[in-house]
């Protein structure tokens, strides 16, 4: 009996981002040019619009699709929706630079770098297509408690003036 393909494809995680996008084929133009993907595929339709597209970002593969209202399938994009339902993050090796070559690609700088109470020197970004991004390096290696301590003495002074 011959062996079937694997059930995962090669190289996928169990659990893969499928962005939906306005503009798909210019959102991995920028995700080239913002995090050093490589496109792996892409399917356009007769009108231009990605049926289906596929990046690798470091270790990991995203999926991008336009927007198909026609279809009534249920994807919109966040320009659409008026707001994004998820974040994107991506761990890398300097945060510093990967958040500013994203900025100087295009993208809205939402939060500067900055170290957190979990451990990780991390920012935020807004791409182009109403994406958000979360960008970080992973500084320290902290237990739970550690980490819950930490953000009850970071989030005191935030509780205090919602209180006031």
């Not at 996928?12 to 499928?18: A, E, G, I, M, Y």
């Not at 306005?22 to 356009?44: L, Q, V």
């Amino acid at each position: 009996m011959t062996k079937g393909p694997a059930p995962i494809p090669p190289g996928f995680s169990t659990v893969t981002p499928h962005l939906v996008v306005n503009g798909a084929a210019k959102a991995i133009e920028f995700y080239k040019k913002a995090f050093g993907a490589e496109e792996i595929n892409r399917m356009p339709m007769p009108d231009g619009r990605l049926m289906h597209a596929c990046v690798k970002i470091g270790n990991s593969f995203v999926m991008l699709v336009d927007e198909f209202p026609e279809f009534n399938c249920g994807s919109t994009s966040p320009q659409t929706l008026k707001g994004a339902h998820a974040t994107m993050h991506i761990y890398v090796e300097n945060v510093d630079e990967a958040y500013q070559k994203a900025v100087d690609a295009g993208a809205t700088a939402t939060m500067p770098p900055q170290e957190m109470f979990w451990g990780d020197r991390y920012g935020m970004i807004m791409d182009p297509f109403g994406q958000p991004w979360s960008i970080a390096t992973h500084k320290e290696d902290l237990s739970p408690e550690e980490m819950q301590k930490r953000m009850e003495q970071g989030c005191a002074p935030a509780m205090e003036a919602a209180k006031a």
